[in-house]
Each structure stands twice: as C-alpha cells, then as structure tokens.
DNA sequence: CCCTGCGTTCAGAACGTTTTGAATGTTGGG
DNA sequence: CCCAACATTCAAAACGTTCTGAACGCAGGG
C-alpha cells in the first residue's frame, strides 16, 4: 500500500482516539471508531484486534460502548459467522446522541442542585443568626451567577440538539447571557 | 454554623469538582475553586488544606494551576506573610480563558493536519495503482466529512470566544452546517 | 454429541495520574 | 546573621483506570 494512504489513515486513526479522550471516552474507543471510518469494508473483531494491535477482549468491550453509544453498527456479512462492524460516519449526529445522554443530564442536574440550595436557604432565614445571614445573602448571590451559568449552557445545549440533519445556528445565537 | 449553610457550601465545592472533572482539570482544582468562591474573605494555603483535608502539596501545586488558569487571584492581605487566594467569579470568562488556550489549538491542529492529509492524497494521485486510487477518493470523502465538523466547531468556538463580557448568541446560531 | 471457531467475561497485571509528606527553598523580623 | 514561618518541590506510595489473556459460553457443522 502506497505510504500517502498509510500515513493518512494512521494520522486520522490517531485523531479520533484524541478526539474519543476529548469527550471523556476510552482512546481506543476513538481509535476503533477511526479505523472503522476509514474503512470502505465492515471489520471483524479480529481484524480490529489485529489491525490496532490491541487484544481480542478489549475489542469486543469497546466495540460494545461503541455500538451502545451509537458510534457503530453490526452489519451481517452473508455465510459470515463473525460479527461485522461498521462506523457511523455523521459525527454531528454522533455527538448529539452524547450530548444528549450525558452532558443534559449533567446540566439539569446540577440546575435542580442549585435551586434546592436556593430553597434550603431561603426557608433556613428565621434560624440564623445576623453572621450566618449575611453568609447566606452572600452564598444567594454566588448561587444566582452559578444558575445564570448553567441556564445558559442548558439553553445552548438544548439549542444544538434541537437541531436535527444540520445545526441551526440562528437559534443558537439567540441565546442571551443575563 | 447553620447546617443549610454548611450544605450548600458542600454541594457546591463538589459540584465545582464535578466540573473540572468535565473540563479535563484535576477534580481537586474544581474543589479548591468552589472553595474560594464560596467564601467571602481571602483564604490562605493552610486554610484551603485544613478545610479540604488534603496535603499543603496539593493545594500549592493546584492553586499554581487555578492561578494560571486564571480562575484565582492572589490577594495581599496587610501586615499577613502568607499567601492569600480569592475565586475569580466570573465562570464565563474562565471558561473562555480555557477554550481560547486549550481547544481553539487543538481544533486549529486538527485542521490543519486534515488539510495536510488531503495535499498528500492529491499529490500522490499519479503513483497509485487503481484500487488505491479507489480507496484514496474514499479517504477524501470522508476527510472531507471531518473537515466540515471541524470547521463548525471552530466556528462556533470563535462565536463564543469573541464575545467579550455577556455572550452574544445571535452570533453563534449565525452558523451553519454544509 | 463433540469439535471448532468465535465472542464475552473477568481477575490480575500494567499503566498513568494524583496525593502525600519530608526535604528543600525563600523571606522577613529580630 | 539566624530563626521562624511559610511556600515549593519531588520521590515514593496510593489509587483508579485500562489492558491482557486465559477461561468460559455458545452456536453451527460434521
């Protein structure tokens, strides 16, 4: 194989598995991912194995994360027994599902924590004394910076994954910070 | 002190933690952050160890981190030897120092390596047998896919990085994806 | 049935990261 | 100068995460 097309499959190959450990996932994960899309052909566990040079049972733990995360797929090969796999190659529709799963929970989360800070103490204000008060007032404050925050990066991420096919970015941008 | 005053504060360094853990920092930084942020006076290094239970080290080497981060600032306190720390509040501008120095490269990088791998498969169009040629027209589509993500990404990071003070949102839904 | 080829699981090893605490600066007061 | 009070550094230990490879399970063919 001419060295052009080696050197730029290992070079994409190596990009996806940092762009895997970007978004928290196992770098193998992003490299299974990456031999995959630049693949024409389904692979075999196998092949991944001996491809990347990593052993059988890590392949078949992170092609499972992979497919659960919908970052690739199992394709049958006719009169095959070996599972294929091939990669989704939308990525925008690859990072949604992620978005989705993970970082909005994350998000909302963390708002629901905020608020019942706010609620503790607010119903706390007849106990406390004049120090604690002025704590409060303080804590109250750094609070609403924290939610204003966060209600910002819910709206973006809502925005994003609102989308469907192409990414509007009129909504996205329409978004204002109090 | 009151318990609601003692939870928030809890919850919140941790939730600080959390999301340093998110961003890629030490979840200890996170911790020391949330820290500082909620408590109205400067703290010392002694006082941050004490109250997080962790080493002198530690909390030297990881308010060297928050400061160049810039998510800390020292603060001299009068006829005091020690060395002082207060939060920066600001979350957002924080946040924008870290995409500005860390992400912005590392999507500039991809970029460019994506547009070096395109030279190179143009450039060696002439030297390749037929299946070659066949597979290096299947590596430029889907270098080209990436090349799009990329270049949106990088978009919307210099929507969010160019404004100054409040996000304006309307630039960032100006984008759009081919 | 048993054998073979394949996928999955998991305990232990390997590895990288973070923490600790003792040793080592550094600074200012006396 | 020397001492005391602090900050910093760094090697070793602790810890968490990931990888491996052997054991196991399962299915289909002979």
Redesign the interface.
């Known amino acids: ?2 060295e ?2 080696i ?3 290992e ?2 190959v190596a ?1 996806m598995g ?2 895997a450990g ?1 978004f ?1 996932f196992n770098e193998v994960m992003g490299r299974l991912y990456g031999t995959l ?2 693949h ?1 052909e389904p692979l075999s566990l196998d092949d991944l194995a001996s491809g990347l040079k990593i052993s059988k049972g890590s392949v078949s733990m992170n092609m499972r994360s992979l497919e659960r995360w919908g970052m690739a797929e199992e394709v049958w090969v006719r009169g095959e027994r070996k599972k294929y796999y091939t990669a989704v ?4 529709q690859v990072i949604r599902n992620v978005l989705n799963s993970r970082e909005r929970r ?1 998000v909302q989360l ?1 708002i629901q ?1 905020l608020s019942e ?1 706010v609620e ?2 607010r ?2 204000g007849d ?3 004049p120090e ?1 008060r002025e ?2 007032q ?2 109250l404050e ?2 609403g ?2 939610q204003a ?1 966060f209600t ?1 990066a819910q ?2 991420l809502e ?1 994003v994954l609102g989308s469907d096919g ?12 109090g």
């Open positions: 194989m001419h052009s097309l050197a730029v499959n070079s994409t990009g940092r762009l970007f928290g899309l630049m024409p190659p939308d990525l925008w994350e963390a924590v800070s503790k103490l119903s706390a106990e406390l004394t604690e704590l409060a303080f804590y750094r609070i910076d924290l925050f910002v709206l973006a925005t192409a990414l509007d970015f009129d909504a996205v941008t329409k978004i204002e910070i």
